[in-house]
């Protein structure tokens, strides 16, 4: 069965300080990979995707990831985190049917100044 | 640009009563999707369509049901609501093949 795995379920990180949010997946065939994030009441926004190639991805925002194709993993961060980076953050896969994704739990970020 | 607009954003239903959740995009996409939200389970894919006229089930399809009637459309319906389906609703929308989704700012259901 295809999943992903965000395994904290909230991340706090002080404002400056660097943050990592993890995502790690169980699929088959080669994924592609995205971040969304989610502010209060509002729909998701992307953020960022890999594709193929580097494996270091840069997105919207600061954020970064970095795929391991060896952890299956997916993690994302930021070098120095902001009190308006906190949000709902989503790790997602879509297969190459492209037809749908599969979402992790997501993670909640706070920010403290 | 308005994208994916979703209609109604909040809405209280008893159980047992039946109503219709809009979603509209501009952008003309060929796939939308319904999702729906809960704490702790990320978002869970109820139906989806490929173009105009054409449906399909996701992960959580029972108790709903969807038509895309017009490409830019695309109607999930609950025919008896039960309190299981309170939720967030999202609607998303993509061309094929390209993986970025554009989401909706989703409708909020309280089930009774």
């Known amino acids: 069965a295809q999943s992903v795995a965000q395994p904290e379920d909230q991340v706090n990180v002080a404002e400056g300080n660097p943050l990592t949010v993890k995502c790690t997946y169980s699929v088959s065939g080669n994924p592609y990979l995205f971040w969304y994030v989610q502010y209060p009441n509002r729909g998701l926004q992307f953020l960022l995707k890999?594709?193929?190639?580097?494996?270091l991805v840069k997105g919207s925002y600061g954020f970064e990831a970095e795929f391991n194709k060896s952890q299956t993993s997916f993690h994302l961060k930021k070098p120095s985190a902001l009190v308006s980076d906190s949000a709902l953050y989503f790790c997602a896969v879509l297969l190459n049917n492209f037809n749908k994704f599969y979402f992790g739990s997501g993670t909640k970020l706070n920010v403290k100044p | 640009n308005a994208g994916v607009t979703q209609t109604p954003k909040f809405r209280v239903l008893k159980t047992g009563q039946s109503m219709t959740l809009l979603c509209a995009q501009d952008m003309n996409h060929e796939y939308m999707y319904w999702y729906r939200q809960d704490p702790g389970m990320g978002l869970r894919l109820i139906h989806y369509s490929v173009g105009e006229g054409t449906t399909a089930k996701g992960e959580v399809p029972d108790g709903y049901n969807v038509s895309r009637l017009k490409k830019q459309n695309f109607l999930l319906g609950l025919e008896s609501a039960a309190p299981s389906q309170t939720s967030v609703y999202f609607c998303?929308?993509?061309?094929?093949?390209?993986?970025?989704?554009?989401f909706g700012s989703g409708t909020r259901l309280t089930v009774v």
């Open positions: 998303a929308s993509s061309f094929p093949g390209t993986g970025g989704y554009t």
């Open positions: 890999y594709i193929t190639g580097d494996n």
